[in-house]
């Protein structure tokens, strides 16, 4: 079992950052890929970024967030984090942090989730 927690989420104003944290705990994650979504009210779950846990340089971006959004992980800490810049009131959602074997991007295809931390973009 993988067990994630989210947190970081908070009220911000356009062109702000926020930087989201996920705490992994349970199974050994060197098989596996973890990974950003978001979901607003009413809509799907979309991925936002995810990497391979024991990767370096293959992170994958969404298009919304590609060079706003920063994905990076602490091996030590067993963490991964979100730096997000530039928010937009479009970026309002919840986000969830995912651990999954196949990268994919639908969210249906990962096994783990936290559960999410409320980022809300406003001026």
């Known amino acids: 079992q993988v067990q994630l927690v989210e947190s970081g989420g908070g009220l911000v104003q356009p062109g702000d950052s926020l930087r989201l944290s996920c705490a992994i705990t349970?199974?050994?994650?060197?098989?596996?890929?973890m990974g950003w979504f978001r979901q607003a009210p009413g809509k799907e779950r979309d991925l936002v970024a995810a990497?391979?846990?024991?990767?370096?340089?293959?992170?994958v971006y969404a298009d919304f967030v590609k060079c706003r959004f920063v994905m990076s992980r602490d091996f030590v800490k067993r963490e991964v984090y979100l730096q997000m810049n530039k928010l937009q009131i479009e970026d309002t959602a919840v986000y969830f942090c995912?651990?999954?074997?196949?990268?994919?991007?639908?969210?249906?295809?990962?096994?783990?989730w936290g559960q999410g931390t409320q980022v809300t973009v406003s001026s």
């Open positions: 995912g651990a999954e074997q196949t990268l994919a991007d639908k969210s249906s295809a990962w096994r783990y």
């Open positions: 349970g199974r050994s994650l060197s098989t596996y890929h």
């Open positions: 990497f391979p846990w024991t990767g370096i340089t293959s992170t």
